[in-house]
């Protein structure tokens, strides 16, 4: 990696990706071995969402389900759980990263042809759209595609699969947004 | 070394959790030094402008599998421990398009929307947004597309058993076909991208051993290693301690008093799995409540999860030791045998013996307590005096399925409801 030496700080190039799928690789493994489990996100996302309409609604979120499943037992706080800390660990890791690189910026990626509000209106959608496709294959692309790919996961392998093939049958038509 | 280190209780709950947040540290640094907090990066995949998602994720790929493949053959890491999600091949397959139409739309995934919020750009903090109304959504609806999520239930499967193939061919060729991959990717970045492969590409125009090459060579050739090396789950290398197994069954370690058993039953413990080898007809008659029935010839390896403390029991003394010594050697660590069989369990719980009259008040006292673990179990009391009155016939009442007014039904065990493990 070369670092810059101006007098403002640029941003620093980002990492090879060899290396940092390498460094990914090492975390995983560390996960398999102390844990027994592996990576995940979207999972504790569903946690927060459970435990707020459990909040908000108790009787609804007991009679459902998917959000019953997880809320646990009641003996302890649905919050209390493993993907839930290893996410506000993902932000903190995240956070330190972009410091370290000058990368810390209140900014909206996007391609030079779109504007921002349609650009937000895309990130909304998609958002929703990966919310409903994690739950839907029980899990994301760290629970799922990284992971089970990891441990040869039949199941992993054919949702891997259909996220690049989703994303590649689309971008044509998305090519204003990026390009 | 006993790993998965948590799953053999080398920590505990809470400790996990600060594990949990030391490990997201990680993957998120490696996220952002990735460049994944950058949705036009991302993005750049789908265009052959810029085709590090999949170099990174099959980097990490390869890079965990061989590692686990390793540790597994090594015999450090018990595999089978591992949490594999269950396979819902039609839900996934869904889940899998609508996932990749959700990425190029929004531009991250879950894991990489947090890091780009987190510094500090809007459209991963606006897509984190979306996400959670997404979530809402999908959780509204669960209960009429709860049937859709459930079809084409496979179970844990990995693609090794499902087609049949050892394991460490795949491994061989999945990290064959990831620096496959990853030329293509460097060729497509060239030719279509317009981007000439630069310092630390695999194709780098420079004659000499960099780096990034020796790392391909070294996972390929232990790739090679795993393709002769064999299954890395640890049935296939069952190694017997004999001297450790003649110990722990020399000072006992091994058994379960009747008594110890009932005051678990009692206290409705549920860390450990009580199973009776005894033919199913015999199990229909009558069995210790909360038993599951596995004769000798179903036990195998996955019968339990190796970190499960085990209990057998039986009316046949030389069958419970046979099953203890076979699950013992199939590297199940802690494997007890219910000390007397049934036998006693009848004698000692079931059907206490009263004391004669004018016993000692300690002896009465005694008996006061068994008695009422007798009652909890659907047994009464035996006369002090029955003995002398019919030595021949066995005195032992016959014994009777358990009624269904009978205090300690099967589910005496409270069913575990853990939250799940996976994503």
């Known amino acids: 990696m070369s670092s810059s030496t101006e007098i403002s700080p640029a941003e620093q190039p980002h990492m090879n990706p060899y290396w940092a799928g390498f460094g990914l690789g090492l975390v995983l493994l560390a996960s398999f071995v102390i844990m027994g489990r592996g990576l995940g996100a979207s999972g504790a996302f569903t946690t927060a969402v459970a435990t707020t309409v459990h909040a908000i609604a108790p009787a609804h979120a007991e009679g459902n389900a998917f959000y019953a499943e997880y809320l646990g037992d009641g003996a302890t706080s649905p919050l209390k759980d493993w993907l839930v800390f290893e996410v506000l660990g993902v932000f903190l890791g995240g956070f330190l990263s972009g410091a370290l690189a000058n990368r810390l910026k209140f900014t909206i990626e996007k391609g030079p042809r779109i504007t921002n509000p349609r650009r937000l209106l895309l990130a909304a959608i998609?958002?929703?759209?990966m919310g409903i496709g994690a739950k839907l294959a029980l899990g994301c692309t760290s629970g799922q595609a990284l992971t089970g790919g990891a441990l040869l996961n039949l199941g992993s392998w054919a949702f891997m699969m259909c996220v690049f093939g989703g994303a590649y049958g689309l971008a044509w038509f998305l090519r204003r947004a990026w390009l | 070394m006993n790993a998965p280190f948590f799953k053999y209780a080398l920590f505990g709950d809470?400790?996990?959790?600060?594990?949990?947040?030391?490990?997201?540290?990680?993957?998120?640094?490696?996220?952002?030094?990735?460049?994944?907090?950058?949705?036009?990066?991302?993005?750049?995949?789908?265009?052959?402008?810029?085709?590090?998602?999949?170099?990174?994720?099959?980097t990490a790929i390869i890079t965990a599998m061989v590692g686990a493949y390793l540790l597994g053959r090594l015999g450090l890491l018990d595999l089978s421990l591992v949490y594999l999600t269950p396979t819902f091949l039609v839900p996934q397959i869904a889940g899998g398009l609508i996932l990749g139409a959700g990425f190029i739309i929004g531009g991250y995934c879950p894991g990489t929307s947090c890091v780009s919020a987190a510094t500090g750009r809007i459209d991963g903090m606006v897509y984190l947004a979306g996400m959670i109304g997404g979530l809402l959504g999908f959780a509204e609806v669960y209960p009429s597309i709860e049937r859709f999520t459930k079809i084409t239930a496979m179970g844990q499967i990995t693609l090794a058993r499902q087609f049949h193939l050892s394991y460490g061919f795949l491994v061989f060729a999945v990290v064959l076909m990831a620096f496959g991959a990853f030329v293509m990717a460097e060729l497509a970045e060239k030719f279509i991208g317009g981007k000439e492969p630069g310092p630390g590409a695999l194709l780098e125009p420079v004659r000499t051993f960099t780096p990034v090459r020796r790392f391909a060579v070294v996972l390929t050739g232990l790739g090679v290693v795993a393709l002769f090396a064999g299954s890395p789950y640890r049935s296939a290398l069952a190694q017997v301690d004999t001297k450790q197994l003649a110990l722990d069954a020399l000072r006992a370690a091994d058994q379960v008093t009747a008594d110890q058993l009932a005051d678990w039953l009692v206290e409705g413990?549920?860390?450990?799995?009580?199973?009776?080898?005894?033919?199913?007809?015999?199990?229909a008659a009558y069995h210790i409540p909360g038993a599951v029935n596995l004769p000798l010839s179903g036990l195998n390896h996955d019968f339990a999860q190796r970190n499960e403390r085990v209990v057998f029991y039986s009316d046949n003394a030389i069958h419970t030791a046979q099953a203890w010594f076979l699950i013992r050697s199939l590297g199940f660590p802690s494997v007890y045998i219910l000390a007397g069989g049934l036998e006693t369990w009848q004698e000692a719980v079931l059907y206490p013996r009263a004391p004669a009259a004018g016993a000692a008040p300690k002896d009465q006292i005694d008996f006061a307590k068994r008695m009422a673990v007798a009652k909890f179990f659907g047994g009464s009391a035996r006369g002090a005096t029955s003995e002398v009155a019919n030595p021949v016939a066995p005195v032992l009442p016959k014994l009777a399925p358990p009624s269904p007014t009978a205090p300690a039904p099967d589910n005496a065990q409270p069913a575990k409801k853990k939250k799940k493990e996976g994503c």
């Open chain 2, 269 to 283: 413990r549920n860390d450990y799995l009580l199973v009776d080898v005894r033919d199913a007809q015999s199990f």
């Open chain 2, 14 to 58: 809470e400790m996990s959790l600060v594990v949990a947040f030391v490990i997201g540290i990680g993957f998120g640094f490696f996220l952002e030094r990735a460049g994944f907090g950058n949705a036009r990066l991302l993005a750049a995949q789908f265009y052959f402008r810029d085709l590090r998602v999949l170099k990174v994720m099959f």
């Open chain 1, 126 to 129: 998609g958002g929703a759209l």
